[in-house]
């Protein structure tokens, strides 16, 4: 089955970090753009981050730039964002997302994680 | 960043009816852009890109038109698995950007 499962979302303490995974499987992942989108409770969707098949083009929101680290591991067909530095405004549901290259749509979904940012 | 505009934000339609939802670029775009659809507690899927194309899966009743700044999604006879939000979302400009949403309810 193609799908993508994020793990690793909680409550957080401002100023925390933590460590999100994606797991993909069904789908040729090393050969895929993969992507971090959130959603705050009750609003809409933001793009996080981006990276391309071998991980050597990386792009990031303004809004996480400097504090987020995305990555993969192609041999575990597994996508990660490390967050560090974290704010009450990163509380959201985390999505990890396929795009075709060059394209920044999102052909693919996980179900999400939600991270909550509180003290 | 290129902002997106969705209207309305809300409407309230009948299972048949013919529903069209419009977005609005700051700029031109092009063709670069997608809808998606979300129902509560779950993850978007997408509906169309580069404007007019249906995704493969996505039911026939969903089209898509448009180019520049202006775009629409028209679902030609509501079901009910309908009833969700819809967001429009450009892919021409870096940052990718989506719009605000649109929530369509049962009338």
């Known amino acids: 089955e193609v799908q993508l499962v994020e793990s690793g979302g909680g409550l957080f303490q401002p100023g925390g970090s933590l460590r999100l995974s994606c797991a993909a499987s069904?789908?040729?992942?090393?050969?895929?753009?993969m992507h971090w989108v959130r959603q705050a409770p009750g609003k809409g969707l933001v793009w996080v981050s981006r990276i391309n098949e071998d991980g050597r083009t990386i792009k990031y929101a303004d809004s996480v730039k400097g504090r987020f680290t995305i990555s993969r591991d192609n041999a575990r067909n597994t996508l990660s964002l490390q967050m560090n530095s974290l704010r009450a405004e990163d509380t959201a549901v985390y999505y990890c997302?396929?795009?075709?290259?060059?394209?920044?749509?999102?052909?693919?979904w996980g179900q999400g994680t939600l991270v909550t940012v509180s003290s | 960043d290129i902002q997106l505009t969705q209207s309305p934000s809300f409407l309230s339609a009948s299972v048949g009816d013919r529903v069209t939802v419009t977005c609005r670029a700051s700029?031109?775009?092009?063709?670069?852009l997608a809808w998606y659809q979300q129902n509560p507690g779950k993850a978007p899927k997408v509906l169309i890109f580069?404007?007019?194309t249906l995704q493969s899966g996505a039911p026939s009743r969903f089209s898509g038109s448009g180019s520049g700044t202006e775009f629409t999604l028209t679902i030609s006879s509501l079901q009910p698995e309908d009833f969700a939000t819809y967001y429009c979302?450009?892919?021409?400009?870096?940052?990718?950007?989506f719009g605000p949403g649109t929530k369509v309810d049962i009338k």
């Open positions: 069904g789908f040729s992942f090393s050969n895929s753009w």
């Open positions: 997302a396929r795009s075709p290259k060059t394209r920044y749509y999102f052909d693919l």
């Open positions: 580069l404007a007019s």
């Open positions: 979302q450009q892919f021409n400009t870096y940052p990718p950007t």
């Open positions: 700029q031109d775009i092009g063709d670069a």
